[in-house]
Antibody
Framework: QVQLVQSGAEVKKPGASLKVSCKAS????????MHWFREAPGQGLEWMGI????????TYPQKFQGRLTMTRDTSTRTVYMELSSLSSEDTAVYYC?????????WGHGTLVTVSS | QAGLTQPPSVSKDLRQTATLSCTGN????????AAWLQHHQGHPPKLLSY???NRPSGISERFSPSRSGNTASLTITGLQPEDEADYYC???????????FGGGTKVTVL
């Protein structure tokens, strides 16, 4: 069965960087794009971008350009989301999601807390 | 960030019917339809329907997607307490070459 397993919760200081992983199983990794979302406290879902798992091409909304990097390791079927220059506004639950006409499978979420 | 327009909230009585709307344009919803997600706080979102209007396996028939022109709708019949959640629509925008999203509708079951 399809599973997306994310790395564990993290606590970061302002200005630090964050790297969250999402390991896929149960399907052909390179056949589906992967997206990242986040949900900040009291806010709705926010789309963070996409990585094409076959070639590694990425697209990010302008809001995150310059401090967001998505990568993938096809040998381990894992995608990574790295966010730099963290502030308290980056405190959120981060999700990876597989694209299959829509977002059909989701990771369990990674809680990231940014606090001094 | 929201490129699609959803009402922020809908409240209906238990066992009643709620219809949620999602308005875009001819480049997104009007082109290839919209997908619907259900999100309970603290849990991963769940896909309720694909852009084609098909439901994934295991999704109740009480959730019925439809589309008219540039507006997609999700009708929830026989509202249950567990249907209280946030509902998001999403669509591929062929002009922007990116996914666009609604801001979400919070459904309250009275």
């Amino acid at each position: 069965q399809v599973q997306l397993v994310q790395s564990g919760a993290e606590v970061k200081k302002p200005g630090a960087s964050l790297k969250v992983s999402c390991k896929a199983s149960g399907y052909i990794f390179s056949h589906y794009y992967m997206h990242w979302f986040r949900e900040a406290p009291g806010q709705g879902l926010e789309w963070m971008g996409i990585i094409k798992t076959e070639g590694g091409d990425t697209t990010y909304p302008q809001k995150f350009q310059g401090r967001l990097t998505m990568t993938r390791d096809t040998s381990t079927r894992t995608v990574y989301m790295e966010l730099s220059s963290l502030s308290s506004e980056d405190t959120a639950v981060y999700y990876c999601a597989r694209e299959n006409d829509a977002f059909d499978f989701w990771g369990h979420g990674t809680l990231v807390t940014v606090s001094s | 960030q929201a490129g699609l327009t959803q009402p922020p909230s809908v409240s209906k009585d238990l066992r009643q019917t709620a219809t949620l709307s999602c308005t875009g344009n001819s480049n997104n919803v009007g082109n290839q339809g919209a997908a619907w997600l259900q999100h309970h706080q603290g849990h991963p979102p769940k896909l309720l329907s694909y852009r084609t209007g098909n439901r994934p396996s295991g999704i109740s028939e009480r959730f019925s997607p439809s589309r008219s022109g540039n507006t997609a709708s999700l009708t929830i019949t026989g509202l249950q307490p567990e249907d209280e959640a946030d509902y998001y629509c999403s669509a591929w925008d062929s002009s922007l070459s990116t996914w666009v999203f609604g801001g979400g509708t919070k459904v309250t079951v009275l």
